[in-house]
């Protein structure tokens, strides 16, 4: 407040405003204020504002714009600040750390920023590391299971002792024209073959197996996936002329099928 | 006439202290530093809240935003006075649907016929009781000297409003110029409400009107002290052109603290028991709105005034059609944005109040 230097040039009997008095802040300002301040100011002298017309004038508001960019050069700096303070004898009875906030304090150097950060972080790595520790003893890892292929679930045919007399023993059985459930059950019987064995490598429901053995045809599906399931079950079962086999029992089923609709 | 032959047509209601706003208590002897020394105050708890609306330049709204706010505080509850003070001019009537009184202001100025309880009429909006201007040509034989008196009367009444009538508010539209006594009303009311449009010719007048108000208060300041060469220096430094360039007022009247520094912080009490509000009609964009609040902050630096940004209010034909309609637009348009506008201001005049 000791700066009472006269305006000679102006005229008139001021003495200089101070950089806090130019900014309209307290002198235990924060750096937050100084900056909301200066942009307020900032903001309201500037060449294309309306509100300002007839107050003053061009060159005017460039001074005072001019002035305000000064304060605030000198002012946001920590340094510059106490230094501003203790040349124009501002009584300020702050410490140097209690200006501005937690990261503009005074005197705080890139260095001490760094260190503070370095001990933040350290500790909140051993704190990790700790809590991993608990979770590593709390929660054991189980072994990961493996999953291997096994090719052994993929199989084309029954697997038959002696291939000959299998072949000409199921080639008697497939001479017989009137095709039926029973027809199915005895070629089984010949092969060995349960109904779950050829569904599990044919992957024809059980239910179905079943409908075909005891010649139930409502159960069956539509004739397209009808001829598609005899042929994987005969083919399985390694039964020769399959195709004779199964237009004849399709033409069984249609006959049904119109008995049905009629 | 004598200030005591108020007639009994409205009982007076509440003398008790308590009843004052908790604001206008605390800031009670700032606001008397700074009245004109004609104004004499009989009850010191008992003062009604003092709102006027200014402008300087004429057709900014005022008697618009003074008939609808008054309008809006009467709908709250509170019970309000709205004086015509734009002598001359004077339209508030029609603002608020009615027809021109035949009792007027001017029958209890300028005739003296009347007292100012006969002069209080009932008004179309709930609550809100009006005191018309007068007719034109009334005033117009206005002498130069012999008013002072009868206005001092005025002044007696106005600031009596709350002990003799029981009006919360005393809402006073004031004209348009920088006329000693327009000036004088606007400057020692609680809160001055500065009407203002997104145009350079109204900020212009404003910050002319807000000029005079504040040599008006060093003027009252001086006289109230009787510091009269302090106040006489402090308003030669302040309206000399040579002496301003790029110094506010607030800078140049602190630089008079060396020579009279009891002065200075008499003014600067004085200033600290009275509040600007700024309220920017008739906008139509973001950079209106802007322009009010740049004011507020030039008001507070420059002028060292306590403003506050009160509000915005946009641009409407609802307000012409409500003056054809012959009714209050917060009545005709209850619906209107500028409605709720009002009502925005209203709160935010409110909250500065204490209230």
Redesign the interface.
């Known amino acids: 407040m000791n700066d009472m230097t006269t305006n000679s040039t102006l005229g008139v009997n001021t003495r200089k405003q101070s950089y806090y008095e130019l900014l309209g802040v307290s002198q235990d300002a924060t750096s937050t204020n100084i900056r909301e301040a200066y942009f307020r100011l900032k903001n309201t002298y500037t060449q294309t504002n309306q509100a300002l017309y007839s107050l003053v004038d061009h060159s005017e508001i460039d001074e005072i714009s001019k002035q305000v960019e000064q304060a605030y050069e000198v002012l946001v700096n920590t340094h510059s600040r106490l230094e501003y303070n203790r040349t124009h004898g501002f009584e300020s009875n702050l410490e140097e750390d209690q200006i501005g906030d937690e990261f503009h304090r005074v005197g705080a150097t890139a260095s001490d920023v760094g260190e503070r950060f370095r001990n933040f972080r350290e500790e909140n790595l051993s704190k990790r590391r700790i809590r991993s520790e608990e979770f590593s003893t709390a929660y054991k890892p189980k072994p990961m299971k493996s999953n291997k292929l096994s090719f052994d679930r993929i199989k084309k045919h029954v697997s038959v002792d002696d291939l000959g007399q299998y072949e000409s023993e199921i080639s008697d059985l497939a001479l017989d024209s009137d095709w039926s459930g029973d027809l199915f059950i005895k070629l089984r019987g010949v092969s060995g073959a349960t109904q779950e064995e050829i569904q599990y490598h044919t992957k024809i429901s059980l239910g179905f197996i079943k409908s075909l053995e005891s010649d139930s045809f409502a159960q069956m599906p539509q004739e397209s996936y009808l001829k598609g399931f005899l042929s994987s079950y005969l083919g399985y079962l390694r039964v020769p002329k399959k195709d004779t086999i199964i237009e004849s029992y399709l033409g069984k089923y249609r006959d049904w099928k119109s008995q049905q609709s009629n | 006439m004598d200030i005591t032959s108020y007639s009994t047509k409205k009982q007076p209601q509440g003398q008790n202290i308590n009843h004052a706003n908790e604001w206008l208590k605390e800031r009670h002897s700032q606001w008397v530093a700074g009245l004109p020394p004609f104004a004499q105050l009989f009850d010191v708890h008992n003062v009604p809240t003092m709102i006027s609306i200014g402008g300087g330049k004429g057709g900014v709204g005022k008697s618009f935003i003074s008939a609808n706010l008054a309008a809006k505080l009467g709908s709250l509850g509170f019970k309000v006075l709205l004086v015509d003070l734009d002598l001359g001019g004077a339209n508030l009537h029609t603002y608020l649907g009615m027809g021109s009184n035949k009792l007027s202001l001017a029958d209890f100025v300028l005739y003296e016929q009347k007292s100012f309880a006969e002069v209080i009429q009932p008004s179309s909006a709930n609550n809100v009781d009006i005191v018309s201007g007068g007719k034109d040509e009334s005033w117009a034989l206005e002498g130069e000297g012999n008013t002072t008196g009868s206005l001092a009367l005025l002044w007696e009444s106005i600031l009596g409003a709350k002990r003799n009538f029981g009006y919360d508010f005393v809402v006073l539209d004031l004209g348009a110029g920088i006329h000693r006594h327009t000036v004088d009303f606007f400057q020692s009311s609680h809160l001055g409400i500065l009407s203002v449009l997104?145009e350079?010719t109204s900020?212009?007048n404003a910050?002319?009107f807000l000029k005079a108000c504040m040599s008006r208060l060093i003027e009252n300041v001086g006289t109230n002290k009787e510091e009269f060469e302090a106040a006489y220096k402090t308003k030669e430094?302040l309206t000399n052109p040579?002496?301003?360039?790029?110094?506010s007022y607030a800078?140049?009247i602190?630089?008079m603290y060396?020579e009279y520094p009891h002065f200075v912080e008499e003014l600067f009490y004085a200033l600290s028991g009275r509040q600007l509000g700024i309220v920017i009609n008739q906008v139509h964009s973001q950079r209106d709105v802007d322009?009010?609040l740049?004011?507020n902050?030039?008001c507070?630096?420059?002028f060292a005034f306590q403003s506050v940004f009160l509000g915005f209010l946009n641009h409407d034909d609802a307000a012409r059609k409500a003056l054809r309609n012959k009714s209050l637009l917060i009545n005709d348009f209850p619906h209107a944005i500028l409605t709720k506008r009002i009502g925005s201001v209203v709160n935010q005049l409110q909250k500065c109040l204490g209230y």
């Open positions: 997104p350079p900020i212009e910050y002319t430094l040579d002496r301003s360039r790029g110094v800078q140049r602190k630089s060396q322009i009010g740049s004011m902050q030039i507070q630096n420059f």
